[in-house]
């Protein structure tokens, strides 16, 4: 921690406050509790999972078609904070009242859901943006791994608590609550853990990079935005990046999202699932720091490749798995990349953005990765009911991480931008 600028520290911090919301609302412990409460109205297992699919798919769009309008807007002189503070209520908020929706309105709670995701992943949008106002280029990898790896440590704190509360509740438990109960303060833990590491970056955290205020600003918003796509040959390398980006993330993301199935498939209880999703949090918080240390010594873009090289040996591994040994040890593999491509992928583009126009172009960041969610399930599902195997589908994989490295090898190297320090000199 000594090494980090207060600035660099505070900017952090909101990664560690923030993770709690991915593990528990969105990864393990709502959408068991929605699912309860949509089995208890006589929803089928199926209808209620096709719903949340529909839930997360509606606010995906919703934020891919205004990441880049709002950060349009948002690179004006004091509204980068502005808006990020804006989602941020509405996220904390959103998920604060999942805790006082009756256990059996699901769709209550899924719009609900909806405003939650809404805010916290908008957020996330600004948040990504501030890495050009509290850190220098040179710093920019190793500040960016430190956060990743803040969030993965700061995640299991709240989670193991929550964790805890619901397995000590219930009938035969040693809490005089029941599970649904204990879920609801799980829910509240979150909002309070979120809340309470996101003050530091908004008391220290500030927009160094922005575009003087203009008249009719919206409009203004819009014209900047229509010319930057008109003339998207003249970001080349950042064009180039967002497609390397959209293909080796939507492989990254796909063996995620899916790992609970593989999981399963192998014949892993529940209990076992949430100590392997555990153990991979803590074992990527070292690793992630680790691609940042090495990224000064042999560059961001190739710690990249290597990154992308261990998903592909993950996806070839994957094929042969057949033993929940083999789960572990691809587990652990991913937990080695996993925070570390995140975390030089955000930096690298840091670099390559004007700074001044940086929510701009973390919007685009935020379509492609969304947008990216798409084609890996996709590939998954029509590769395994095409050859009837499921190990083939996650072997599918393979061409996206390969599509991805080599659009990636053709990226040029971020060239240097000025520091504010430096331009104030002059």
Not at 351 to 374: C, H, M, Q, T, W
Not at 416 to 424: F, G, S
């Amino acid at each position: 921690m000594k090494k980090f600028t207060k600035e660099e520290k505070s900017w952090a911090l909101y990664d560690w406050g923030s993770s709690a919301y991915s593990i528990i609302i969105t990864t393990a412990i709502f959408p068991l509790f929605y699912k309860n409460a949509a089995t208890e109205a006589g929803v089928s297992l199926s209808d209620s999972t096709a719903y949340l699919g529909y839930t997360i798919a509606i606010f995906t769009f919703i934020l891919a078609m205004i990441g880049p309008i709002m950060g349009t807007i948002a690179d004006y002189e004091g509204l980068k904070k502005k808006f990020f503070a804006s989602f941020f209520v509405v996220g904390v908020g959103a998920t604060a009242m999942l805790a006082f929706i009756p256990s059996d309105n699901w769709l209550l709670l899924l719009i609900c859901y909806t405003f939650a995701a809404l805010g916290a992943t908008g957020a996330n949008v600004f948040y990504d943006a501030f890495i050009v106002d509290v850190t220098t280029e040179k710093r920019m990898n190793n500040v960016s791994s430190f956060g990743y790896s803040l969030g993965y440590i700061g995640s299991t704190i709240p989670f193991i608590i929550s964790i805890a509360i619901i397995l000590l509740s219930g009938e035969d438990g040693v809490l005089p609550i029941s599970t649904i109960t204990a879920s609801r303060i799980a829910f509240l833990i979150t909002a309070l853990w979120w809340v309470a590491f996101s003050i530091p970056m908004f008391k220290t955290v500030r927009q160094r990079y922005y575009i003087e205020r203009e008249p009719n600003p919206l409009a203004q918003s819009f014209k900047r935005l229509s010319k930057t796509v008109r003339e998207i040959r003249q970001y080349r390398a950042l064009f180039l990046f967002l497609m390397a980006y959209f293909f080796y993330i939507d492989g990254v993301g796909t063996i995620i999202n899916m790992s609970t199935a593989y999981g399963t498939d192998l014949g892993l209880s529940s209990t076992n699932l949430l100590i392997v999703l555990f153990a991979t949090q803590v074992v990527a918080a070292p690793f992630a720091l680790l691609y940042g240390r090495l990224s000064e010594r042999f560059t961001g873009k190739k710690m990249l490749y290597v990154g992308i090289c261990v998903y592909i040996i993950v996806c070839i591994y994957a094929y042969f798995m057949e033993t929940i040994t083999d789960f572990w040890i691809l587990a652990m593999l991913v937990a080695t990349s996993q925070g570390g491509i995140q975390a030089l992928s955000r930096s690298y583009f840091g670099k390559l953005v004007p700074k001044e126009n940086s929510n701009e172009f973390f919007g685009f960041y935020n379509i492609f990765g969304k947008f990216a969610a798409i084609l890996g399930p996709l590939l998954v599902a029509v590769t395994s009911q095409v050859t009837g195997n499921s190990s083939m589908g996650v072997f599918s994989l393979v061409i996206l991480f390969v599509i991805g490295l080599v659009i990636l090898s053709r990226v040029p190297e971020p060239k240097p931008h000025k520091a504010v320090d430096e331009i104030a000199a002059e």
